[in-house]
């Protein structure tokens, strides 16, 4: 007996290493179930962006936990797992939602995670959706992943195109080597701010978990840049802040969707006053009637949770969030028009999927599974709080904050 049970809590912790630990679903004999595969980090690096993915999902599931297939109804099971924010921990948590049989899969925050599974799912001939990550390779050449975010190269033009409207004509990038999100989205700004006639006066890397960037950020203040692009994780970005503002480097810093975060502010202090950021939504925005509803009702739902609260740092409704929540969806609608639980039938389904109701709007897929989006949201940091400045299409129409 005492053999039996020290197996049995050596499986346990075994499966445990990529279980999140969210409420579990049981099966019942006559119950019919469909399983979505939740493919999110929750710890490492990028762990406080992936929980907040992670709760715009879990909410999707709270108000749609079932789902019509063939005339009968179906409970929706999230299986969820732990992609620990690393590329070696990404194919072990997915090969734990393979087999479970997922029919489709929603994840990940953070495009390196998101690459490094990618060909996975397509072997598998299971679905994934990406609800933020940003990086043209996430779908590339790959006839089962799909995003419902706009992409990097849309995103570092943007924020050039933002810098030189304020008067920049210097920048300067910082980048995180063997980051693909850092590095593909900081590449981007690169030639989209050069394009437009400003000057790259300094390109600047960083090691994975480095800690002091005063030897970079020396170099950067000698070359006098009007702003700073420096794409990176939660983690590094109050560090960056910080360490510029002690050197005396007055250049505006910005970044992209990855530093909407509050804990981000709440780290740096009042030294983040006058980052500015590029991002997917604004709880604010009560132009879109599903997005008013859906900021309405996830407050509550973070209000309910202690740890939902504590952990997202507030009730304010983060962008990746709404992206979860829309993916969720997504997910969803996929299944119902497939009218299966066949992962190829969902895949064949989200090719021709039009989702008119999404917070972050209407969400269809061209040939490539990217989201047809073209509007990113600026903000600013001020009082210590995200202030949205404007909206920006691609074809550079802007809509400002009303003062």
């Known amino acids: 007996m005492k053999k039996f049970i020290s197996v049995f809590l050596a499986l346990i912790m075994v499966f445990g290493v990529v279980a999140i630990g969210s409420p579990a679903t049981v099966e019942a004999a006559d119950e019919k179930v469909i399983k979505i595969g939740v493919f999110e980090p929750v710890t490492g690096e990028n762990g406080g962006g992936g929980f907040q993915e992670l709760l715009g999902i879990r ?3 709270e108000l ?35 087999a479970q049989n997922v029919s489709v899969v929603i994840g990940s925050y953070g495009s390196g995670v998101s690459i490094a599974a990618g060909e996975l799912f397509n072997d598998a001939q299971v679905p994934a959706i990406a609800p933020s990550a940003t990086n043209p390779q996430v779908t590339f050449d790959n006839d089962f992943y799909f995003r419902v975010c706009f992409l990097d190269p849309f995103q570092g033009s943007v924020m050039a195109q933002f810098a030189k409207e304020e008067g920049a004509t ?4 910082i980048t995180q080597l063997g980051d693909d999100y850092s590095a593909g989205l900081g590449n981007f700004f690169l030639r989209a701010f050069e394009e437009g006639g400003g000057e790259i006066v300094a390109n600047e890397q960083f090691q994975t978990n480095q800690t002091d960037f005063k030897a970079i ?4 203040k000698a070359v006098e840049p009007d702003v700073i692009f420096a794409p990176s994780s939660i983690t590094t970005a109050p560090l960056l802040i910080k360490q510029a503002r ?7 810093i910005m970044a992209g969707d990855t530093w909407e975060n509050q804990s981000i502010i709440d780290n740096a202090g009042a030294e983040a006053e006058g980052v500015c950021v590029s991002t997917f939504f604004d709880e604010n925005d009560t132009d879109n009637p599903a997005a008013k509803d859906f900021v309405e009702g996830f407050k509550e739902f973070l209000n309910a949770e202690e740890e939902y609260l504590t952990k ?6 983060a962008a990746v969030s709404a992206l979860g929540y829309d993916a969720y969806c997504v997910a969803v609608e996929a299944i119902k028009a497939a009218n299966s639980t066949d992962s190829v039938a969902i895949r064949d389904a989200l090719v021709d999927l039009v989702y008119e109701d999404g917070v972050t709007g209407s969400i269809s897929f061209d040939e490539n599974g990217d989201a047809n989006k073209d509007m990113a949201y600026i903000k600013i940091v001020e009082d210590g709080t995200f202030k949205f400045l404007k909206t920006v299409t691609v074809g550079g129409d802007e809509a400002e904050a009303d003062d």
């Open 312 to 317: 997202n740092g507030g009730d304010g409704v």
């Open 59 to 61: 909410y999707g599931h």
């Open 64 to 98: 749609f936990p079932t789902v019509e297939i063939d005339g009968e109804e179906y409970q929706i099971e999230l299986i969820e797992v732990d992609n620990k924010s690393d590329r070696t921990e990404a194919a072990s948590a997915v090969q734990t939602l393979l």
């Open 217 to 220: 950020l020396t170099n950067i």
């Open 170 to 173: 210097k920048a300067a990038v």
């Open 246 to 252: 002690e050197l005396g480097i007055e250049a505006t």
